[in-house]
């Protein structure tokens, strides 16, 4: 299993500005994921993060709105940028299980995102 | 296109009732199944998984579910909610060779006492 703390876990920011969220794992692991959960629709996959390689964006997201760090094995940073009302969500931090295969993740409690 | 249809959005059921809820896939291979849970102010925990075999699959908190192909079902049940299975659950569908998910839009159940 893998500990996934998350940082903030709420904020409200202003309309324009830019938040890092910060992603700390107790263990290290190869790909680490940012998924976004807006009011009341389904999980989204932003991107997927391996260490030492750039940050793969889902359709829908690009690297100047979501920009990702993945600096090491146990951390990752998701900013989002320019911030609009729409862009209020849950965003989330996950990791792969290791070996109890594909698909079993876990995940960190989430940041609560508002943007006024 | 890929996707997971969960038709239940809230649920409300009494402790000490059986509960099912309700999930359907669209997928072109042959699915990895998922059920996660998600209380408040929490990540999501896995519940349970199906990859192959035998179709019912059993998972934590006693919940269980059955894959069934011929209706691109994967529901969830179990037969005695307690009150702290109140939560969101999210149904999700994957391949075998990425960790990649679909999630549908999930069910929050609420159980009265």
């Known amino acids: 299993s893998a500990v996934i703390s998350q940082k903030p876990s709420r904020d409200i920011c202003q309309r324009g500005t830019s938040l890092t969220i910060q992603c700390q794992v107790d263990?290290?692991?190869?790909?680490m994921f940012w998924y976004r959960q807006q009011p009341g629709q389904s999980l989204t996959l932003i991107a997927t993060?391996?260490?030492?390689?750039?940050?793969?964006?889902e359709s829908g997201f690009v690297i100047d709105k979501f920009p990702i760090s993945r600096p090491n094995l146990t951390f990752s940073t998701l900013t989002v940028s320019n911030m609009s009302p729409e862009d209020s969500s849950i965003y989330l931090c996950?990791?792969?299980?290791?070996?109890?295969?594909?698909?079993?993740?876990?995940f960190g409690e989430g940041s609560r995102l508002t943007v006024l | 296109a890929q996707s997971v249809t969960q038709p239940d959005i809230h649920i409300t059921v009494s402790e000490g009732a059986s509960l099912e809820l309700r999930c359907n896939y669209s997928?072109?291979?042959?699915?990895?199944l998922f059920w996660y849970v998600q209380s408040p102010g929490q990540g999501l925990q896995l519940l349970l998984k199906?990859?192959?075999?035998?179709?019912l699959v059993q998972g934590i908190k006693g919940f269980e579910a059955e894959f069934k192909r011929s209706q691109s079902s994967f529901n969830l049940r179990k037969p005695s909610v307690h009150w702290s299975d109140a939560a969101e659950y999210f149904c999700?569908?994957?391949?075998?060779?990425?960790?990649?998910?679909?999630f549908g839009t999930g069910t929050r159940l609420q159980v009265f006492p």
């Open positions: 997928y072109g291979a042959t699915p990895y």
């Open positions: 999700a569908v994957g391949a075998s060779n990425t960790d990649k998910l679909i």
């Open positions: 199906y990859f192959s075999g035998d179709t």
């Open positions: 996950s990791v792969d299980g290791g070996s109890g295969g594909p698909g079993e993740l876990f």
């Open positions: 993060a391996n260490q030492g390689s750039e940050a793969t964006y």
């Open positions: 263990s290290q692991v190869t790909m």
